[in-house]
């Protein structure tokens, strides 16, 4: 069964940063579709970034500029760099990958932003 393990979650002040790791227990990391997603209390979860299999990247716009997004096909590995947080980008940050009918959840980190 296809395991997505996030860590790199914390609390941090406003301005700061966090980087995000999601490392999905799949041989064929390579060929899927990745992203973060979060979830704030009392709201649906959105998406934060995707990463296609080539490197495309797409962002939401409360993100753009200040979030970065990349892959590491060689280690399995996928990344969320987040600078200039804001207390409004507290939340559950949860990794996806899917591909056709596969589609894969992390079980989820914490980022809490202090004003």
């Known amino acids: 069964q296809v395991q997505l393990v996030e860590s790199g979650g914390g609390l941090v002040q406003a301005g700061g940063s966090l980087r995000l790791s999601c490392a999905p227990s799949?041989?064929?990391?390579?060929?899927?579709?990745l992203g973060w997603y979060r979830q704030a209390p009392g709201k649906q979860r959105e998406l934060v970034a995707t990463?296609?299999?080539?490197?495309?990247?797409n962002y939401a716009d409360s993100v753009k500029g200040r979030f970065t997004i990349s892959r590491d096909n060689a280690k399995n590995t996928m990344y969320l760099q987040m600078n200039s947080l804001k207390p409004e980008d507290t939340a559950v940050y949860y990794c996806?990958?899917?591909?056709?009918?596969?589609?894969?959840w992390g079980q989820g980190t914490q980022v809490t932003v202090s004003s």
């Open positions: 996806n990958a899917h591909r056709g009918i596969d589609d894969y």
């Open positions: 799949m041989s064929t990391f390579s060929i899927y579709a």
């Open positions: 990463i296609s299999p080539g490197g495309r990247t």
